[in-house]
């Protein structure tokens, strides 16, 4: 698995041409050598972003962000693949209006109906469910109802921390969609004292990472990114700390498969 970083761990640091540069420099000076784009500013134009990538030595493999804001701006997301060579777009959340079992059937449609944009256009669709698309509707769960329902068998971004939240096995659903799963997200929380939950480097949280990275190497998952939107200390140290455990992890995995 080809470890990486997803950008939008970055977002108050990529709102201008500058600031991008300097961020994915930064991310390949630390050994970054992959990525997966979202949250950059619209004001940052894709061919200056494909530029500060190159510029870097960093390669994009996916770009990413709601469905909606996607379809409100597809055409840009379209020329961010072409021009950064990235094979996936990936989509995010089901949105509300499609929360129903008649809704996911209409949801399915329309992804289908953007996965022939897409293909037309020489890329791929994959779809990253978070925590609330588990929850089930009419005793379904909306994720198994899209992975059945499209027409080319939908690709899977598995968000681990989102699969977690939701109370599920990550290990089970790497395994349960084999081959279908083109990237996973590796993200960690720790609890407060007062409650709440704050967002850590990935290895340094409460979740027990030990069976979902042997089921991401055991089906071949090909991508696994960290990922950390807040943080209360440097976030390229942040970023760094998670992807050393995650190459570590997976060597661990590895020698003990």
């Avoid at 996607?70 to 929360?99: K, T």
């Avoid at 379904?140 to 899977?156: E, F, G, S």
């Avoid at 390229?236 to 992807?243: G, K, N, P, T, V």
């Avoid at 190459?247 to 590895?254: E, G, K, V």
């Amino acid at each position: 698995m080809i470890t990486g970083i997803q950008v939008s761990s970055l977002r108050p640091l990529l709102k201008t041409p500058q600031q991008v540069s300097e961020a994915f420099a930064k991310m390949a000076q630390m050994g970054c050598t992959t990525v997966q784009l979202q949250w950059i500013d619209f004001s940052v134009s894709p061919r200056q972003i494909a530029d500060a990538l190159a510029a870097s030595g960093l390669r994009s493999v996916s770009t990413q962000d709601f469905y909606t804001v996607v379809m409100e701006n597809l055409d840009y997301f379209i020329e961010l693949n072409r021009l950064c060579a990235s094979q996936w777009l990936c989509v995010s959340r089901i949105p509300e209006q499609y929360r129903s079992a008649q809704g996911l059937v209409q949801f399915a449609a329309q992804l289908d109906a953007l996965d022939d944009r897409l293909h037309a256009s020489g890329l791929r669709l994959c779809f990253h469910p978070t925590a609330p698309d588990y929850a089930l509707t009419d005793g379904l769960c909306p994720v198994h109802v899209l992975m059945t329902r499209t027409r080319r068998p939908l690709q899977l971004c598995l968000d681990l921390y989102h699969v977690h939240k939701a109370g599920l096995s990550m290990a089970d659903w790497i395994e349960q969609y084999a081959g279908r799963i083109c990237m996973v997200h590796f993200k960690d929380y720790r609890r407060m004292p007062d409650g709440t939950q704050a967002l850590v480097p990935a290895g340094q949280g409460e979740i027990n990472w030990a069976p979902a990275v042997a089921a991401c190497l055991k089906t071949g998952v090909p991508y696994g990114f960290v990922e950390q939107e807040t943080w209360s200390r440097d976030p390229f140290d942040c970023l760094r700390e998670a992807q050393s455990w995650l190459n570590d992890a997976c060597r661990t995995a590895l020698r003990q498969a």
